[in-house]
């Protein structure tokens, strides 16, 4: 069955290490987003991505980068990690030409 | 701007109908969404509206009127397993391509 799946699950790591979060989709579809999400702020979007070699910015992209080599991934890097970025990742997709996004299992990530 | 508003928390008897609502404030609009999303797990789809009026599906029911820029979640026979947030999110097209903002979400208890 085709799935979108976020690796790792969990992760710890330091102040000022640079972490990449891995999402995977075996839908073909060629939208692809990345959002946090925080008690008080609900979903936000930080990055997205609507094909090879596209990449845009969302509302909170500030500490963040994407990249999209290939139709199946979109890493999300954060070049140097803080405590205000301990947060829960979810990633999603949609097929191009509708809406309907579903999201992969999450991300949790403390920054110490 | 994007500002979008639902109740924070509600508690309901099993067996019962709860209607969540979502009121919403944006520059563009071209679809309202509502997902359902269990503790540490990923939001699911539930509905889509597009047009004003009523879309059902099984337990569940969707509203929208896009003069009052106003819709709710109808659920019910609620059963424990309801117990969860629910997510409105909002399609507006400015700038383009397949965005979704999201509300904060409303947690819903349901009680025996």
């Known amino acids: 069955d085709a799935e979108i799946t976020q690796s790792p699950r969990h992760k710890i790591t330091e102040t000022g290490r640079q972490v990449t979060l891995a999402c995977h989709q075996t839908?073909?579809?060629?939208?692809m987003f990345w959002y946090r999400q925080d008690l008080g702020h609900g979903l936000r979007l930080i990055h997205y991505?609507?094909?090879?070699?596209?990449?845009n910015k969302g509302e909170v992209s500030d500490g963040y980068s994407v990249s999209r080599s290939n139709t199946e991934d979109l890493p999300l890097t954060l070049e140097s990690a803080a405590s205000s970025q301990t947060s829960v990742y979810f990633c999603?997709?949609?097929?191009?030409?509708?809406?309907?996004?579903?999201f992969g299992p999450g991300t949790r990530l403390t920054v110490l | 701007g994007q500002n979008i508003d639902q109740p924070t928390e509600m508690t309901a008897t099993e067996g019962a109908i709860v209607q969540i609502n979502c009121t919403y404030q944006?520059?563009?609009?071209?679809?309202l969404f509502w997902y359902q999303q269990h503790a540490g797990e990923a939001p699911t789809f539930l509905s889509y509206?597009?047009?004003?009026g009523l879309e059902e599906k099984g337990r569940f029911s969707s509203f929208l009127s896009r003069s009052k820029g106003y819709s709710y979640l109808l659920l019910k026979e609620l059963q424990m397993k309801d117990s969860a947030s629910y997510l409105c999110?909002?399609?507006?097209?400015?700038?383009?391509?397949?965005?979704?903002?999201f509300g904060t979400g409303t947690q819903l208890k349901v009680e025996l």
């Open positions: 999603a997709s949609s097929e191009a030409g509708t809406d309907t996004q579903y």
């Open positions: 839908w073909n579809h060629n939208n």
């Open positions: 991505s609507y094909g090879v070699q596209d990449t």
């Open positions: 944006t520059s563009g609009f071209n679809g």
């Open positions: 509206n597009v047009l004003d």
């Open positions: 999110a909002v399609r507006d097209p400015t700038g383009g391509g397949n965005k979704l903002t």
